[in-house]
């Protein structure tokens, strides 16, 4: 899985992307993630890629937040189409290894879900993320990056 930005060639075909009808209370649509990405220009907005074809997004937020350098994991979602086969993990994976590399480098990463997006919990869960609290009405997730697991402080 490559991580791709979107692009005036790319924008059409992942206008299709769209998660399962059950879901769409999970997670916003991509033409919101694209119009929330353009708003601000601090988010990162990719494309999963599989075999050149778009599979999935993902919205990123970098900001200092007391000190710390905290990248927010927005949005995350995975086509219909392309459910079921480990794409999600996939992602999410891919994510945190390039946020391994941004700089300057990032302390935590945070991610959230309702609730009752129970299998969006156990995937982050199982991937490092500790539940801290509720958060604007979802439960947040944090994982302390690797630089920080080598000695320097924790917050």
């Keep these: 899985m490559k991580l791709e930005p979107v692009t005036n060639a790319s924008r059409a075909s992942a206008e299709g992307l769209t998660v399962r009808p059950d879901q769409e209370g999970f997670v916003a649509s991509f033409e919101k ?3 929330d990405a353009e708003a601000d220009q601090a988010a990162l907005l990719r494309l999963a890629i599989v075999d050149r074809r778009p599979v999935g997004y993902l919205l990123l937020l970098p900001k200092d937040v007391d000190g710390y350098r905290v990248v927010s994991i927005l949005r995350l979602a995975i086509d219909q189409r392309w459910q079921g086969r480990g794409f999600g993990r996939q992602l999410l994976e891919t994510a945190l290894r390039w946020i391994d590399t941004f700089h300057p480098a990032v302390d935590l990463v945070r991610i959230s879900a309702i609730a009752k997006n129970r299998a969006a919990l156990s995937l982050y869960e199982s991937t490092g993320f500790r539940r801290m609290g509720i958060e604007d009405g979802e439960v ?8 920080l697991r080598k000695g320097q402080r924790q917050p």
């Design 33 to 35: 993630t694209l119009a």
């Design 140 to 147: 947040a997730l944090y994982l302390a990056t690797r630089h």
